[in-house]
């Protein structure tokens, strides 16, 4: 892939979407649109963050952080907090700064703007996850199943995408172990893979944006999914998701680049092979299926040594896996 020479504005909405077409396209799309002057407008870049927990939030108010479920389940939060995977040194996030900056490509690549096309998604009910492939019994989960697999507890957990942010959220649920080992796959099963929500009529971003390979899909080993650390998310703040977050469920998979979390999935499949990925299948050589954080490894646009928090605009060294070295024993080291 020869590497592609983005005007500045434009790495402002979003650096991961990468194939020349797609950036034309999106151009052509925006500027129809008249959105330029907005979109050069927006108070943040990956290179450049606003300091002080960003102005983001501040100028934003409330009814960004609203549990898109409503009072649903309202009975579990917040969760008590495990502190086994603190990190000292490091406070959360402020939440609004958190919840107005946001990829989910699903309503808009500009990471300003989901939070407002998202509080305003009708999530379809009832929410169901179909399981399938090879697990003992195909079924279909509620969130009434979904929400009792086990205990929900509260993890402030490092966060940091492939485009060089960083923050710490405190996501309420439990490990995604629980959930496997609820669904009880076969020994055949080496892998699973995640769908997220397909509905062009209500997703804009789905809708006006063809070029992606909709719906978005994630997968991971199933040792990887397995460790401890691998989190199955229903809350984030001490309440349920809102909508910007991934409602009603997503991942987060702390020592690898944000994108290995599916948000709002509805389809857990298990598979014997290494499931095809969404940033993989459109930039193969930018979005390995691994992408394990390394500052070693630098993305083939820029260097992955450093990270800018997006709440106080610090600029800090990269850690290998995120700072989570309990999942270097998954890995042999060659793992792209
Ligand atoms: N379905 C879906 N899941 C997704 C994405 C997306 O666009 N669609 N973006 C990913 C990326 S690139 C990141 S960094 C995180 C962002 O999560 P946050 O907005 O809650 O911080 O979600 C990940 N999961
Ligand atoms: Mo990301």
């Known amino acids: 892939m020869p590497s592609i020479h983005i005007p500045r504005p434009w790495r402002l909405p979003e650096r991961l979407a990468t194939p020349e077409p797609v950036f034309l396209n999106r151009r052509q799309v925006v500027a129809s649109l008249g959105l330029g002057a907005l979109t050069m407008a927006l108070p943040w870049s990956a290179g450049c963050a606003e300091p002080g927990g960003g102005t983001e939030g501040a100028a934003a108010g409330r009814g960004q952080t609203e549990p898109a479920l409503g009072d649903r389940f309202a009975n579990l939060f917040p969760a008590r907090r495990n502190d086994g995977y603190d990190y000292g040194g490091r406070p959360p996030t402020a939440e609004a700064t958190a919840a107005t900056h946001n990829n989910f490509y699903e309503f808009t690549t500009d990471k300003a703007g989901v939070w407002e096309l998202a509080r ?8 169901t996850i179909e399981v399938v492939g090879l697990v003992k019994k195909v079924r279909t989960l509620s969130l009434d199943d979904l929400f009792k697999v086990a ?14 942010w960083a923050m710490q959220v405190p996501w ?9 080992d609820h669904l009880e796959p076969l020994g055949a099963a080496t892998h699973v893979r995640f769908v997220s929500l397909l509905d062009k ?14 719906p978005y899909y994630e997968g991971l080993r199933l040792d990887e999914a397995r460790h401890e650390l691998a989190f199955v998310v229903l809350g984030s703040y001490g309440h349920a998701l809102p909508m910007q977050h991934g409602a009603p469920v997503r991942l987060a998979i702390p020592w690898k680049y944000g994108y290995k979390g599916p948000k709002s999935f509805v389809r857990i499949e298990f598979t014997d092979r290494q499931p095809a990925t969404f940033w993989n299948d459109l930039q193969p050589r930018e979005y390995g299926f691994f992408s394990n954080v390394d500052p070693g490894k630098p993305h083939p646009r820029w260097s992955q040594a450093r990270e800018t928090d997006i709440g106080t605009a610090e600029k800090r060294p990269t850690l290998l896996y995120n700072g989570y070295e309990q999942a270097a024993s998954l890995y042999g080291g060659d793992e792209v």
């Open 120 to 127: 305003r998604y009708p999530l379809p009910e009832p929410w």
């Open 151 to 164: 205990p929900l507890e509260e993890r402030l957990y490092r966060f940091r995408c492939v485009e060089a």
């Open 172 to 180: 309420t649920g439990y490990p995604l172990r629980a959930l496997i």
């Open 201 to 214: 009529d209500n997703l804009v971003g789905q809708r006006e944006q063809p070029w992606y390979p909709w």
